[in-house]
């Protein structure tokens, strides 16, 4: 169901200054002196299906239009081949393109360069057309459920094996900061994180922190641990999470690189499994602490920790509460249909070569996040912006409207891939107060 926030949401938020948020991996664009500024003629940027729509460009430099720019621009739906594209001049600094409509509902995207100075600049606006419409391309497999339950039976053998590492030099005054590793889905795999807790004495609530995209050390959420919060903030690739950055930017260059597509011809052996199994590990972890309540737990994250966040939610009933932004992993034969699928982009025209096989598409099938945001009894939280680039609000909406358990809804329009302050102060609040009962 949708809550009446949600409607406020849709309707009013506006976006306003440019922060990045610490968790989350991509941050905001950088100012630029000239910017180009992309607008819909709705203001919540929304449509029906078959109202056409109309984007203003403006090239601005210190507030002011810039005369006689140059401008090229394209429109169509995201992540496809443009319908239109242009290259005009700009005598007041401003124009008007007429991008048509869609007849089905999806998101269509407006894209327009300036040349100003030598220096090229972009800017973007997305509008959508009956967004709450958008159904999903990925099916189901018959034995979902079956297969996930049986990792878990599997996984529930495994001895947890848990291992704190007190790190001194990271503790405060009201907080002990653990490197924590533990044994993952099969002997010998680990998962690392790190763990803050509280050092008064007492019973906790917990939030399982899940991350973006790529391979980094982490600090952990000691501001919320500071708070009265047991959190645990955790690495997917069974290796320690407290070492040089250098470590981390070698092997998203070797043996990380592309590590979305390992294995993916085989649901039994994809490089996800260890992952969202893993995240059912951290839990059984964050449960057996003697410091635990018992009873509310949490997962956040964004991008691929926002799908992380809503797998954990489906696959494990101890989680009480969910937060996402922008969750990859999402509808991800969106493009098999002729529309965006979600990050990583397994069947995009760029990966068609070697991934659009029966095998590949298959066991995207068992890991695609729609698929397990179809299974959510939790309520959740869910944030993200129509210039999403990397994660196609398409991808993100077939997801969102799969959740039949509460759900609410922030949008903050013009945000990419990144968020604005206020995002992520308002999920933030949601999920603290929901764990502490308010």
């Given at each position: 169901?949708?809550?009446?926030?949600?409607?406020?949401?849709?309707?009013?938020?506006?976006?306003?200054?440019?922060?990045?948020?610490?968790?989350?991996?991509?941050?905001?664009?950088?100012?630029?002196?000239?910017?180009?500024i992309?607008?819909?003629?709705?203001t919540?940027?929304?449509?029906?299906?078959?109202?056409?729509?109309?984007?203003?460009?403006?090239?601005?430099?210190?507030?002011?239009?810039?005369?006689?720019?140059?401008?090229?621009?394209?429109?169509?739906?995201?992540?496809?081949?443009?319908?239109?594209?242009?290259?005009?001049?700009l005598?007041?600094?401003?124009t008007?393109?007429?991008?048509?409509?869609?007849?089905?509902?999806?998101?269509?995207?407006?894209?327009?360069v300036a040349?100003?100075?030598?220096?090229?600049?972009?800017?973007?606006?997305?509008?959508?057309?009956?967004?709450?419409?958008?159904?999903p391309?990925?099916?189901?497999?018959?034995?979902f459920?079956?297969?996930?339950?049986?990792?878990?039976?599997?996984?529930?053998?495994?001895?947890?094996?848990?291992?704190?590492?007190?790190?001194?030099?990271?503790?405060?005054?009201?907080?002990?900061?653990?490197?924590?590793?533990?044994?993952?889905?099969?002997?010998?795999?680990?998962?690392?994180?790190?763990?803050?807790?509280?050092?008064?004495?007492?019973?906790?609530?917990?939030i399982?922190?899940?991350?973006?995209?790529?391979?980094r050390?982490?600090?952990?959420d000691?501001?919320?641990?500071?708070?009265?919060?047991?959190?645990?903030q955790?690495?997917?690739?069974?290796?320690?999470?407290?070492?040089?950055?250098?470590?981390?930017?070698?092997?998203?260059?070797?043996?990380?690189a592309?590590?979305?597509?390992?294995?993916l011809?085989?649901?039994?052996?994809?490089?996800?499994?260890?992952?969202y199994?893993?995240?059912?590990?951290?839990?059984?972890?964050?449960?057996?602490?003697?410091?635990?309540?018992?009873m509310?737990?949490?997962?956040?994250?964004?991008?691929?920790?926002?799908?992380?966040?809503?797998?954990?939610?489906?696959?494990?009933?101890?989680?009480?509460?969910?937060?996402?932004?922008?969750?990859?992993?999402?509808?991800?034969?969106?493009?098999?249909?002729?529309?965006?699928?979600?990050?990583?982009?397994l069947?995009?025209?760029?990966?068609?070569?070697?991934?659009?096989?029966?095998?590949k598409?298959?066991?995207?099938?068992?890991?695609?996040?729609?698929?397990?945001?179809?299974?959510?009894?939790?309520?959740?939280?869910?944030?993200?912006?129509?210039?999403?680039?990397?994660?196609?609000?398409?991808?993100?909406?077939?997801?969102?409207?799969a959740?039949?358990?509460?759900?609410?809804?922030?949008?903050?329009?013009?945000?990419?891939h990144?968020?604005y302050?206020?995002?992520?102060?308002?999920?933030?609040?949601?999920?603290?107060?929901?764990?502490?009962?308010?």
């Amino acid at each position: 169901m949708h809550t009446p926030f949600f409607k406020t949401a849709f309707r009013f938020i506006c976006p306003m200054v440019l922060l990045a948020t610490f968790h989350l991996v991509h941050a905001q664009p950088v100012e630029r002196m000239v910017k180009v500024i992309v607008a819909p003629d709705h203001t919540d940027w929304t449509y029906k299906t078959g109202e056409p729509v109309k984007f203003t460009i403006t090239v601005l430099q210190n507030g002011n239009v810039v005369k006689n720019a140059v401008v090229t621009y394209e429109t169509g739906p995201e992540k496809m081949e443009p319908q239109k594209k242009d290259s005009l001049v700009l005598p007041a600094g401003t124009t008007v393109v007429d991008a048509g409509t869609m007849k089905e509902p999806g998101f269509l995207r407006c894209v327009a360069v300036a040349q100003v100075n030598g220096k090229t600049y972009r800017g973007l606006a997305t509008a959508a057309f009956n967004p709450l419409q958008i159904e999903p391309a990925i099916a189901v497999p018959a034995d979902f459920s079956s297969f996930w339950n049986k990792a878990k039976t599997d996984l529930a053998k495994i001895p947890l094996d848990a291992r704190m590492t007190l790190m001194p030099e990271r503790c405060t005054e009201k907080v002990n900061v653990y490197h924590v590793n533990l044994q993952n889905y099969l002997p010998g795999v680990r998962l690392y994180g790190i763990l803050c807790m509280p050092k008064k004495e007492g019973k906790y609530p917990a939030i399982l922190h899940v991350p973006g995209a790529g391979a980094r050390p982490y600090a952990g959420d000691i501001a919320n641990a500071e708070k009265g919060f047991i959190t645990f903030q955790i690495g997917i690739h069974g290796i320690p999470v407290n070492m040089d950055v250098s470590v981390y930017n070698n092997l998203m260059s070797g043996g990380l690189a592309g590590y979305w597509n390992y294995n993916l011809d085989d649901k039994d052996r994809y490089y996800y499994k260890r992952v969202y199994l893993g995240c059912v590990r951290a839990n059984d972890f964050l449960v057996s602490l003697p410091q635990y309540d018992g009873m509310n737990l949490g997962v956040t994250g964004g991008s691929q920790g926002g799908a992380l966040s809503i797998v954990t939610a489906a696959l494990d009933p101890r989680v009480k509460y969910w937060a996402a932004f922008y969750p990859a992993l999402s509808d991800l034969t969106g493009y098999l249909k002729g529309r965006a699928g979600g990050w990583p982009h397994l069947f995009d025209k760029n990966n068609a070569a070697f991934n659009q096989t029966k095998e590949k598409i298959q066991t995207a099938s068992y890991y695609d996040v729609v698929n397990f945001a179809r299974q959510l009894k939790a309520p959740g939280f869910f944030s993200m912006g129509y210039n999403d680039e990397v994660c196609p609000p398409t991808s993100m909406f077939a997801a969102y409207n799969a959740i039949t358990s509460p759900k609410e809804l922030f949008l903050a329009l013009e945000t990419g891939h990144w968020t604005y302050p206020e995002q992520n102060e308002v999920l933030t609040n949601w999920l603290v107060g929901k764990l502490k009962g308010q």
